[in-house]
């Protein structure tokens, strides 16, 4: 902020103004009148207006309007509480203001107003109007007093018995006033017949001309000044100062009106860029709001075919409907940083956007909806796994339960029969060993039920879609497994009782039995193991299933001579039949099974062999395929993922390095802005090894740590990373050129900036901020600080970036006082006025223009009721806004 501690020896000297002299009644009176009523011709244009100068501003609110008025800046907002302390805390915080004005209070305290001290209080407002009054008129390199009194003696050279030397005798005679106006407005006053011996006269014609004319209110009472030896220095100068503010300013209507038009044009461009914004923010947001749900919608298919199409599906999304929607993002923040920019090189406040608007918000959004389809993407990917094993496991079960099923077929029907009651004791003796050999068929059968169990149980716990039916099917095995194994106990017990009466049993039956049943479950194991289907991921796999058969191979010879010698046992009981004509009825009462079964059986056994092996060749010939994709999609991925990286590192480097002046940074981005969108079609190859990946349903990689996501991101995020600092870039040159910047500047900007960039990410944190601003011979307290903070970081992000840190230091050494210009060309386009009319603003702007402001005058009256009229709080805030002024 800047201060007055030089501006003239006499602020300083009348900082100390004689309060001993305020004492003498006269004057005091004097400045009572005076004060009290130029305080009021500025409170009027707030609504309000003082009797007592000393009691009305003891609760200070009346006192903070006043400076709000004649500053046109907005104070702390005050305290509305009846109690002293509150009284006390508003005078302080006007007493404040005023100092940070630069102006000294000499032993002024708030509780002297409070107490309604008039000596006190005359002291204060006298120090207010030299501060805004007096101290910024300047005429022919004089200022302050000197110049006011300089204005005076050269307005009135010209007239006749008009001496002017000083703000006390000189003005008794009340020619000086009148001289005043006449040179000004010289229809107002028929100077010709005014004497200088009938003061009387001449006062009160000037005070009632300047009242009623120029709007300048009484100040003085003839009869007090004719009366008093000297008048009071301090209202007659403040009087003068009202007739200099009504005449000096008649000449800045054009720079004013002109200043207005650029003020306009500027709001309506930047209103457009917020409606822009928003737009394109809701837009955005809304598809990110209908796109999560889709994401994040988890309901499994029943079948591998649903899923492929939802997988498909999710293909589209990330070729055709994402791509445009991060060039929007982007393009987005380009235009919030864009219009920032105009805002603070115009003076204004950073564009605040919609609530949930942010670029946070978009960027809290967009990491949502990333989440959700990352999230999506894993859920398909486990979706068909599980789908591809629950097809496994199905089918699995399905062969199992119809072997079983199959095997069990008339066994109840067999344990339930009681032919043992009429058999000789050679055949109770056949249906025990019968009945020994089934027993031992079925606990052979016991791990295939064991099995069927197990798989319906997984089946289950993968959420099959059918699982119903599975355990119904599973129960109804088991219930009548436990049938069997209660049937089988009890005709146990029924042959034992029997088997005392029962001796012989062909023993060469018994061994073929015996040797028959494991074998021919042998057989029905090699030929589900040969005809289960199988899932592998990775040739080391299939590579040990083909291990695994060639192993299975190794044990036909061995196999094939249990057969012989089991077909050997039966050659050998035809034999004995034949030899001893044993009738047998040609059947084995110990075993179902015989030898056409048996050979069968193998004959399926060795046809199935060589159909296995043509599978397992298949499917090396596909986990060699998905091999060769993986290697095809890791050359490529092993040298795009770094090439991204490195293009990164470059564009950070560049973004703070000081090489070349910013245009030759721009044309150096610009080159690598468009080497990287030449890069392009290599994505999209990579994109094209993917999809054939993800057709081949390869789930790994273990030649690269790179996947397709990890490019996708790291590829958006280089294109995001270019397009920013391109604007950053853009936007310093708008700021140079705006402010007039010299590339000197800009280095020495740049260098200071990139020392205390620490961290070397192209920003400060608020400490290191805060570090190079004292480096800078700044003196910070914590407000001061938590100030110029809100100014280079609107958005609260703890940051600082090398845009906003020009901005600041290219502002402080600004010269424009928005506050003061628009109080200048308010008080230009009123005239004599204390208000504007909607005609005024027609006749002095350009028509769209000044449309646009009478727009924003719709909602205000002026004083007294004129209707379509703005005084200067509601003209500020018509063109302004309330919070900047």
Known sequence: ?????????????????DRDLLLDPAWEKQQRKTFTAWCNSHLRKAGTQIENIEEDFRDGLKLMLLLEVISGERLAKPERGKMRVHKISNVNKALNFIASKGVKLVSIGAEEIVD?????TLGMIWTIILRFAIQDISVEETSAKEGLLLWCQRKTAPYKNVNIQNFHISWKDGLGFCALIHRHRPELIDYGKLRKDDPMTNLNTAFDVAEKYLDIPKMLDAEDIISTLRPDEKAVMTYVSCYYHAFSGKQKAETAANRICKVLAV?????QLMEDYEKLASDLLEWIRRTIPWLENRLPENTMQAMQQKLEDFRDYRRLHKPPKVQEKCQLEINFNTLQTKLRLSNRPAFMPSEGKMVSDINNAWGSLEGAEKGYEEWLLNEIRRLERLDHLAEKFRQKAAIHEAWTEGKEDLLQKQDYETASLSEIKALLKKHEAFESDLAAHQDRVEQIAAIAQELNELDYYDSPSVNARCQRICDQWDALGGMTVKRTEALQRTEKLLETIDQLYLEFAKRAAPFNNWMEGAMEDLQ????????????????AHEQFKATLPEADKERLAILGIHNEIAKIVQTYHVNMAGTNPYTTINPQEINAKWDKVRQLVPQRDQALIEEHARQQNNERLRRQFATQANVIGPWIQTKMEEIGRISIEMHGTLEDQLTHLRQYEKSIVNYKPKIDQLEGDHQLIQEALIFDNKHTNYTMEHIRVGWEQLLTTIARTINEIENQILTRDAKGISQEQLNEFRASFNHFDRKRTGIMDAEDFKTCLISMGYNLGENEFSRIMSTVDPNRMGIVTFQAFIDFMSRETADTDTADQVMASFKVLAGDKNYILADELRRELPPDQAEYCIARMAPYTGPDGVPGALDYMSFSTALYGESDL
Not at 2 to 9: F, P, S, T, V
Not at 116 to 120: E, L, P, T
Not at 267 to 271: G, L, T, V
Not at 532 to 547: M, Y
């Open 1 to 17: 902020m800047e201060h007055y501690d030089g501006e003239n020896d006499y602020m300083h000297q009348e900082d100390d103004w």
């Open 116 to 120: 309604g001290n008039a000596k006190m």
């Open 267 to 271: 709001n309506q461009e930047n209103e």
């Open 532 to 547: 289960d289907t199988f899932i592998v991921h990775t040739i080391e796999e299939i590579q040990g299933l083909s291990t």
